[in-house]
């Protein structure tokens, strides 16, 4: 995890699954509460894998960032991950603007 200019960039890898879907949920949720950030960057470059309650977890830090007044994307997903958003049309959600 880094942070710049009020951004943090959480790097993700591995499988993102049920298994691991509350720990990341909880980092996602404490770095868009921190008060010096204002946005949060999740960059997917390195994970191989990822569920529909990985898909949950992405959608709960936006819609919790959004509640909190920060910003919130996904960058550099990882072919695996590209196909998952692209069919579920959350590449479209998650993508920076």
Same mark, same amino acid.
């Given at each position: 995890?880094?942070?710049?200019?009020?951004?943090?960039?959480?790097?993700?890898?591995?499988?993102?699954? &049920?298994?691991?879907?509350?720990?990341?949920?909880?980092?996602?949720?404490?770095?868009?509460?921190? @008060?010096?950030?204002?946005?949060?960057?999740?960059?997917?470059?390195?994970?191989?894998? #990822?569920?529909?309650?990985? &898909?949950?977890?992405?959608?709960?830090?936006? +819609? /919790?960032? /959004?509640?909190?007044?920060?910003?919130?994307?996904?960058? +550099?997903?990882?072919?695996?991950?590209?196909? #998952?958003?692209?069919?579920?049309?959350?590449?479209?959600?998650?993508? @920076?603007?």
């Amino acid at each position: 995890m880094t942070r710049e200019a009020g951004v943090s960039t959480i790097l993700l890898s591995g499988e993102l699954d &049920l298994a691991s879907a509350s720990t990341v949920q909880a980092l996602l949720f404490e770095e868009v509460e921190s @008060p010096d950030v204002t946005a949060v960057r999740v960059d997917l470059a390195e994970v191989g894998f #990822l569920d529909s309650s990985a &898909l949950g977890v992405l959608i709960s830090g936006l +819609n /919790h960032a /959004h509640k909190e007044g920060r910003g919130f994307t996904v960058v +550099n997903p990882s072919p695996a991950a590209q196909r #998952l958003l692209a069919v579920t049309g959350l590449d479209e959600v998650l993508a @920076p603007r």
